[in-house]
């Protein structure tokens, strides 16, 4: 197997949300599969935490692995993991690496890596020794660009679906809205120096 490539055993499904509603839509995609030991990648360690909390709160039995944690609650956590007492695990990518279960069914991306071989790393902790496995991510459009480098790197068409319950009214980043109010600022500057131009011209022409 090429190292920046995923398995065949591995089925990728990749939603479009609006980014204020990831932990809602985390909650539905988990009740989706209620039995299923989970492990849900997030990038920065302060999130985890909140998102435990939120998780707890909907009923999921589910635990933080991150860098702030003690090594031997961390440990306690893996081990419960790995004996079923937990359901969902949310794991910061440098902690995942201590987990290892063979056949692990589902991994779940709350954000996309920014590097794209992360990505191939993270979902290949499913589908593991011939065991089919799934791999679901929740994309906002910010992370537009992180997909376009994960299709490239893995050569898979990765398109992305509306999930049932979670329209999408957040709009695409283009950088326009950032632009706008200099290209205003601009354009008052470039008319305000026309005009005075035109008045300094005037006299000479009469």
Do not use: W
Not at 145 to 170: K, M, S, Y
């Amino acid at each position: 197997q090429k190292t920046n490539s995923v398995v065949d055993t591995i089925s990728e499904q990749l939603y479009l949300v609006n980014k204020g509603s990831k932990p809602q839509a985390l909650i539905a995609l988990l009740k989706q599969y209620p039995t299923q030991q989970t492990l849900v990648f997030i990038g920065a360690r302060d999130n985890a935490d909140a998102l435990c909390k939120r998780l707890m709160k909907a009923g999921v039995q589910v635990a933080a692995l991150h860098g702030h944690k003690e090594q031997t609650e961390r440990e306690q956590i893996l081990a419960d993991f790995k004996a079923k007492k937990l359901n969902v695990v949310i794991a910061t990518d440098v902690l995942a690496r201590g987990i290892h279960i063979e056949q692990l069914p589902l991994v779940i991306n709350f954000d996309l890596p920014s590097n794209a071989a992360t990505y191939v790393h993270r979902v290949g902790r499913t589908g593991r020794a011939g065991n089919n496995g799934l791999a679901l991510s929740l994309v906002c459009h910010g992370e537009t660009e992180f997909l376009t480098a994960i299709r490239q790197l893995t050569q898979r068409p990765l398109e992305l679906h509306n999930l049932d319950g979670f329209p999408v009214t957040d709009k695409p980043t283009t950088g326009e809205s950032k632009r706008k109010p200099r290209d205003k600022q601009a354009n008052r500057r470039t008319a305000q120096k026309r005009s005075v131009k035109q008045f300094k011209q005037k006299p000479r022409k009469a």
